[in-house]
């Protein structure tokens, strides 16, 4: 999708040092008051690039990333994953808080749940960080509804209890 100077489309070559960088600016933002400090100060944009780059070249396919792009500058993303055992699941998005507003993330949101039908799931998941709103409200017009108790998971090496958000069929 391009409008303008912005485009969503599938990852190039060279966005994941891109998607590090806005990986790790948008947790500093987003999750502030969600996780401790000290986690957070962990997530610099170099260390992320590397986090990114390892965990496409392992994360077993089918698999999926989209980027949002303003002007060549990576500023969201969405990742997704089809696994045998966990079934369909959005497994990280994010969208620099300085750009969110623009619909940027429904457009990323709408990749996402294409990339679903298209490999023919009737329900995928959708974790989101207990408490962050923005992210509980990019899912309601996208017919994901809470279900089920959290899952612990961990970011930075802080515990979050992520509760899960399957899709209406």
């Known amino acids: 999708v391009q409008e303008g100077s912005r485009r969503v489309g599938l990852e190039a070559a060279g966005d994941l040092g891109g998607i590090g960088g806005g990986h790790s600016h948008g947790r500093g933002a987003g999750y502030a008051g969600l996780v401790p400090?000290?986690?957070?100060?962990?997530?610099?944009?170099?260390?992320?690039?590397?986090?990114?780059?390892?965990?496409?070249?392992?994360l077993a396919q089918p698999r999926s990333m989209y980027v949002a792009e303003v002007g060549g500058e990576?500023?969201?993303?969405?990742?997704?994953?089809?696994?045998?055992?966990?079934g369909a699941e959005l497994k990280a998005m994010h969208v620099i808080?300085?750009?969110?507003?623009?619909?940027?993330?429904?457009?990323?949101?709408?990749?996402?749940?294409?990339?679903?039908?298209?490999?023919?799931?009737?329900?995928?998941?959708?974790?989101?960080?207990?408490?962050?709103a923005r992210s509980q409200s990019l899912s309601r017009p996208n017919a994901w509804?809470?279900?089920?108790?959290p899952r612990l998971r961990h970011a930075s090496g802080a515990p979050l209890h992520t509760p899960p958000y399957p899709p209406a069929r």
């Open 37 to 58: 400090a000290d986690a957070l100060a962990l997530v610099t944009p170099g260390r992320q690039a590397r986090v990114w780059r390892l965990r496409m070249a392992t």
């Open 74 to 86: 990576v500023i969201g993303f969405a990742l997704v994953q089809l696994d045998a055992n966990e």
């Open 97 to 132: 808080q300085e750009h969110q507003g623009i619909g940027s993330g429904r457009a990323l949101m709408e990749c996402v749940v294409e990339e679903f039908r298209a490999w023919g799931v009737a329900e995928a998941h959708l974790c989101v960080l207990a408490g962050h």
């Open 145 to 149: 509804t809470l279900q089920g108790p």
